[in-house]
């Protein structure tokens, strides 16, 4: 089962700004979900969490349509406020 991957323009705009290596830890993670180290929110329902390092990913996965919208991108300390 493949999904595809659709991004928010802010996560183009945060993964510019990072250094390159972080930038390609942070993309092959993403091209490999719905697998890594992937735990649902408890606050919102249907949102995930995916861990790259410091780095967390926040992500919707529509298992219909076989798509994961990545939400936001961010440091651990600033992304769940």
Known sequence: ?????K??????????????NNQIRIIRAI?????GDVKRLQSDKGNYRLRVGSFRIIFYKDDKELVIYVIEIGP?????K
Request: aromatic share 20%; glycine share 6%.
């Open 1 to 5: 089962m493949k999904y595809s991957i």
């Open 7 to 20: 991004y928010e323009k802010r996560c183009y705009k945060y993964l510019k700004r990072l250094t390159r």
């Open 31 to 35: 091209n490999n979900l719905p697998f």
């Open 76 to 80: 651990r300390g600033g992304i769940y």
